[in-house]
RNA sequence: UGCCAUAUAGUUCAAGGGAAGAACGAAGGUUUCCGGAGCCUAAGAUGGGGGUUCGAGUCCCCCUGUGGCAACCA
């Protein structure tokens, strides 16, 4: 039914009558701005097996589609490059296709589970912008995915406990003077996070003086105090004693309070919260599963192993000496704790790059293991969000805040909207709101447009967007669609009847263009889920929009020449507002009305 | 040292082996007309060297730069 494959068909009939070919490459592409037509089927493959010019062979294929495939209406080609122009009968069949599906864009039911963990914070300093980074990656990848027709459920793994958990402890212990977040006035997330700065400025001026005394610099690491301390207090927290785990309970809630929040303002929540103080000594199980299997070996020492090198990969201990865990260890645990949980059919897990080596072996592991959900798992891996001076880094308080930078954004949408005027038709207790969207929507699509495996640069000088390839213009022309929609209703003009336009026979490029950018989006939708990458469909929110631009500017709606370009318009309006929505909401980011 | 990423315009980013594109910035134009956060015009780039291919930014090899990993840390 699409004309992509119509298209491809033809192609094949025309290659097997006129050449007898048969199981060729059919490669199709969209034509460039600077020639004619809208699809462009590249014939060098044939030059070969032919042993003809590419030139005769496009113009035979396209006399050919001309004369048979009845939506191909004219033809040009330049080198081996077939271009073709369609029909408007083609076209308008499509939009009504369209229009008449009101979930287009979304794919059946899948039948399948899919766990996206994300987010997945350590309870020892506020959220920064890499931790943005990955939530709105993680929700979005999680949208996308049930876009695609899997039933998703969105998971955080809070890291709750640890040594660095226990290093912000020590710091309010002894410096803390029993400040809470309401007596210090800070959230508690920054109020935890402040200790956790404090602590690190005591144990370098130790490590400082230990060296001026002629320790080494690796030793004094080791024997600062400040870090026995919070050695000794993880010892205590493992055996539960009372006034550790109390003063733990006591300062995650903190945390936990300032998180509901953040996370509650940038629009993100989670259908499974697990925690690892309660999921740290699982795995251990599998580790006796595995012996028991081969899959491991054990050391003299006692320690548990696993020879990856026939994989590339190196010897991974999967459990210490002493029968402790490791890492990995908890994390084959939890593994198997959400499939028990959901029963699931993919695990995927949003995580940066520096732990790509770590998934691999895990992966690896699982699969070694037998377990049925292996297949699945997949790490979305991205890449770091740097400064221009370089890597953010808490403990050096060289990080962007998310608190404050989602602040600051939407103190500059409020700038914005101010300087452009754009407030009027609004009421004023409408305009917090519309401030949010669009602020939220600008730094959302500034940490989503780019492909999520590659580092990404955040000048704070130059901040983010607004005009161009931003949400806001996105937005933007989401907005003016409503007000064009306001006014069809207001003059009571039925525009969605699709007889109402069918005799529309002389449709603009500007019209063709951007109808068949509508037209694309199941397929990028397909994309953006098989790749697990928002970014595609960020693109293509901006050709969208880019697209509608140029209609609004070339094609006058209401004083079209004819009703029916006037219907057409306005429904293909109607259209584009709809992929604009239903796009931005895969990234996360709301459309308002009126801006 | 090894492994994994990565290198495109002044800057930030695109480009499923197929005609190198945006945006920002800087230059010029555009508002009697449905929303100018817009539209139009022009300038400007594939780190270096080999190879495979009809065709390479894309695949392979070497070099250089950058980031990460290579813990019985997480």
């Given at each position: 039914?699409?004309?992509?494959?119509?298209?491809?068909?033809?192609?094949?009939?025309?290659?097997?009558?006129?050449?007898?070919?048969?199981?060729?490459?059919?490669?199709?592409?969209?034509?460039?701005?600077?020639?004619?037509?809208?699809?462009?089927?590249?014939?060098?493959?044939?030059?070969?097996?032919?042993?003809r010019k590419p030139e005769e062979i496009a113009q035979a294929i396209g006399d050919y589609l001309v004369a048979n495939a009845g939506i191909v209406t004219k033809y040009n080609v330049v080198?081996?490059?077939?271009?073709?122009?369609?029909?408007?009968?083609?076209?308008?069949?499509?939009?009504?296709?369209?229009?008449?599906?009101?979930?287009?864009?979304?794919f059946p039911d899948k039948r399948k589970k899919v766990m996206v963990e994300f987010s997945s914070p350590n309870t020892n300093k506020p959220l920064h912008l890499g931790h943005l980074r990955n939530n709105f990656l993680g929700w979005s990848v999680a949208q996308i995915l049930s876009a695609c027709g899997y039933e998703v459920i969105k998971a955080n793994l809070i890291n709750d406990r640890g040594i660095h958990i226990c290093k912000s402890m020590l710091a309010y212990q002894k410096f803390g003077k029993g400040e809470t977040p309401s007596s210090s006035g800070l959230k508690g997330d920054h109020l935890v996070g402040k200790y956790y700065v404090e602590f690190d400025k005591l144990y370098k001026a130790q490590i400082k003086e230990l060296e001026a005394q002629g320790m080494g610099k690796e030793e004094a690491e080791k024997k600062a105090p400040a870090i026995e301390e919070a050695q000794k207090m993880l010892?205590?927290?493992?055996?539960?004693?009372?006034?550790?785990?109390?003063?733990?309970?006591k300062m995650n809630d903190w945390v936990y309070g300032g998180f509901a929040e953040t996370y509650q303002k940038i629009g993100v929540s989670f259908d499974k919260i697990y925690y690892e103080s309660n999921t740290y000594k699982l795995g251990k199980n599998i580790v006796q599963e595995g012996l028991k299997k081969g899959v491991?070996?054990?050391?003299?020492?006692?320690?548990?192993?696993?020879?990856?090198?026939?994989?590339?990969?190196?010897?991974?201990?999967?459990q210490r000496g002493d029968g402790t865990s490791v890492y990995i260890t908890q994390d084959m645990g939890t593994a198997d704790l959400k499939y028990q949980d959901f029963h699931i059919d993919k695990s995927v897990y949003v995580v940066g790059n520096e732990q790509d080596y770590h998934f691999k072996v895990l992966f690896n592991i699982m699969?070694?293991?037998?377990?049925?959900?292996?297949?699945?798992?997949?790490?979305?891996?991205?890449?770091?969000?740097?400064?221009?001076?370089?890597?953010?880094?808490?403990?050096?308080?060289?990080?962007?805040?998310?608190?404050?930078?989602?602040?600051?954004m939407i103190r500059i949408a409020e700038e914005k909207t101010t300087e452009l005027g754009?407030?009027?038709?609004?009421?004023?207790?409408?305009?917090?709101h519309l401030?949010?969207?669009?602020?939220?929507?600008?730094?959302?699509?500034?940490?989503?447009?780019?492909?999520?495996?590659?580092?990404?640069?955040?000048?704070?000088?130059?901040?983010?967007?607004?005009?161009?390839?931003?949400?806001?213009?996105?937005?933007?022309?989401?907005?003016?669609?409503?007000?064009?929609?306001?006014?069809?209703?207001?003059?009571?003009?039925?525009?969605?009847?699709?007889?109402?336009?069918?005799?529309?026979?002389?449709?603009?490029?500007?019209?063709?263009?951007?109808?068949?950018?509508?037209?694309?989006?199941?397929t990028k939708v397909q994309e953006a889920g098989e790749a697990y990458s928002p970014s595609i469909l960020a693109q293509y929110s901006y050709e969208v929009a880019k697209g509608y631009s140029k209609f609004f500017a070339d094609c006058s709606i209401f004083k079209a020449d004819t009703d029916e370009a006037r219907n057409f318009r306005i429904a293909l309006s109607a259209q584009t507002a709809y992929t604009l929505k239903f796009v931005l909401k895969l990234l996360g980011i709301e459309v308002p009305d009126k801006m």
């Open positions: 039914m699409n004309i992509e494959n119509t298209l491809k068909q033809k192609v094949a009939e025309a290659l097997q009558t006129l050449f007898g070919l048969q199981d060729q490459p059919i490669t199709l592409q969209s034509t460039l701005k600077d020639f004619e037509g809208s699809h462009t089927l590249l014939v060098f493959p044939y030059t070969k097996p032919l042993q080198k081996g490059f077939l271009n073709l122009s369609l029909s408007e009968e083609a076209w308008l069949a499509s939009f009504q296709m369209m229009r008449k599906n009101p979930a287009f864009g979304t010892l205590a927290w493992e055996k539960g004693d009372k006034e550790v785990v109390a003063l733990w309970k491991f070996y054990q050391k003299p020492d006692g320690a548990v192993c696993i020879d990856l090198t026939a994989d590339g990969l190196d010897n991974k201990v999967v699969k070694k293991m037998g377990r049925s959900y292996a297949e699945g798992m997949y790490h979305v891996s991205y890449g770091m969000v740097e400064l221009p001076n370089g890597k953010m880094k808490s403990r050096e308080g060289t990080v962007v805040d998310a608190d404050e930078l989602v602040d600051e754009k407030m009027d038709s609004l009421k004023p207790e409408e305009l917090p401030y949010q969207i669009i602020a939220l929507g600008a730094l959302k699509y500034f940490l989503l447009k780019v492909d999520p495996k590659k580092k990404m640069l955040f000048n704070p000088e130059e901040s983010v967007n607004f005009q161009g390839d931003a949400a806001p213009f996105i937005q933007y022309n989401h907005a003016r669609i409503c007000s064009i929609l306001r006014k069809a209703e207001q003059d009571k003009i039925s525009y969605n009847l699709p007889e109402s336009y069918a005799e529309y026979k002389t449709l603009h490029s500007s019209e063709i263009d951007l109808l068949s950018v509508l037209l694309a989006l199941p």
